[in-house]
């Protein structure tokens, strides 16, 4: 049974930082490519980050402008998504996904696996 476990969200005022850990279990994700979505309040599930199975080659969004930095520690199967600089507009439930087969890494259907999403809260 493959679980991806999110964590590390919470309240933050506009300007902060957060950084938000996917442990994954069930599984090595050594190979396979992971990303960051996030889903703001009424809205569509969006595309924030994807990094390589080995690390080296790292995908972001335009909406983050330099904001975020994703890293993986395979050792630990554990996925990292650095936020800094927060703004309000970031305020969103954040999940991780594991994609298994190659595909468009902004496409949420290209993911087999996701977690339960922590939430992100920026205050003005």
């Known amino acids: 049974q493959v679980q991806m476990v999110e964590s590390g969200g919470g309240l933050v005022q506009a300007g902060g930082s957060l950084r938000l850990s996917c442990a994954a279990s069930?599984?090595?994700?050594?190979?396979?490519?992971l990303g960051w979505f996030r889903q703001p309040p009424g809205k569509a599930r969006e595309f924030v980050a994807a990094?390589?199975?080995?690390?080296?080659?790292?995908n972001y969004a335009d909406i983050i402008e330099g904001r975020f930095t994703i890293s993986r520690d395979n050792a630990k199967n554990t996925l990292y998504l650095q936020m800094n600089n927060l703004k309000p507009e970031d305020t969103a439930v954040y999940y991780c996904?594991?994609?298994?087969?190659?595909?468009?890494?902004?496409?949420?259907?290209?993911?087999?696996?996701w977690g339960q999403g922590t939430q992100v809260t920026v205050s003005s």
């Open positions: 996904a594991v994609q298994v087969y190659s595909g468009v890494l902004s496409q949420k259907w290209n993911y087999d696996y």
């Open positions: 069930g599984r090595t994700f050594t190979n396979y490519r």
């Open positions: 990094i390589s199975g080995d690390g080296g080659t790292r």
